[in-house]
């Protein structure tokens, strides 16, 4: 994801993605499957960018993000 400049505003795209990450961490704290602070790092934002772009709610993201690898 590219940083916008200080004065421009977010992208439509930019501002869905926030959303639904904002929406996947509350489930995911609400379900217990993390513990805040929770660190996310660049390849940690891909990966769940990678959930949105897929079309994953927040929540079936999460159960992705944490759940056992198969």
Known sequence: ??????DES?????TKLRDWMSKWYDHAVAQGLVRPPFLLDDAKAERLEGYFVAGLTP???AQAFFGPAH
């Open 1 to 6: 994801m590219e940083e916008n400049a200080p």
């Open 10 to 14: 977010p992208s439509q795209y930019e």
């Open 59 to 61: 929540s079936e993201g």
